[in-house]
């Protein structure tokens, strides 16, 4: 490949999550289960099929588990070999020695500013940043199929999505240029434009891989939306500098940052598995003609 392998990957994990009150009080947002894995294991193995060697955890407060759950049970490991029983379920959250970095953001003051939290970590290298509120589902996962659209172009790359246009004011959003297979070029970034001003619908689904000369840029702390550091605000001033694409996603995506959207995905994965799938189809199956019924018998009324 041309261009410096992406080799690192920051897990910004220091959001409070009062989305999911009461489940987050207690708990990290990120070990959310998504049917029975959290949903930070889902992003830390889509950043490891993807090839990357180095897990940065950018923490915060009150997210101890998330430390211990990458960490090795002893106790569990024990008794479950004692019983004979598999390891099969927790082998894959054991990462090499060194791999997992954990760092604190002290102060909440913006997805910017938690990136740049890493910057001594990632040094003079491109890297990855993963949103692990967006459960990516694909074959092969999308920061694999990103990592594959770097080795084509090399620079900056962004997912890009498309969403109805009333949701653009939630995200980064995406001014489009050429488009060329799953790539289109990026001409400008805005974090959350006022309703009605989105130059397109092309939001930026917490998958980034990005150029280190971004860091310095997050290093002016310059407040944008909100009132926080931006990461969109900082990348926009690589365009015309450095490449920057838009990939598109072959796959599916579960927005986990919103109840529904969580529950959503939870009903989604389990419908996908064999061992509960067809449990759960005909529960839902049953539940939706339940309802269904009832409609009736209230319109019959
Ligand atoms: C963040 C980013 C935004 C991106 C979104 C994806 O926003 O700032 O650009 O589109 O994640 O979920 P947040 O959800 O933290 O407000």
Redesign the pocket.
Known sequence: MPFKPIRKAIFPVAGLGTRFLPATKAMPKEMLTVVDKPLIQYAVEEALEAGIEQIIFVTGRGKAALEDHFDVSYELEDTLRRRGKSLASIELIRMPPGSPVYIRQQEPLG?GHAVWCAREVVGDEPFAVL?P??LMVGTPGFMAQMVAAYARVGGNLVGALAVADRETD???IISPGRREGTLTEVRALI??PARGTAPSNL????RYILQPEVMQLLGRQEKGAGGEV???DAMAQLIGQQPFHGVTFDGHRH?C?DKAGWVQANLALALAREDIGAAVRAFAADLIGADAREDQIARAA
């Open positions: 997805l949103l509120d967006e939630k995200y980064g974090e959350k939001m930026i689904p917490g931006q990461l969109t927005d940052g």
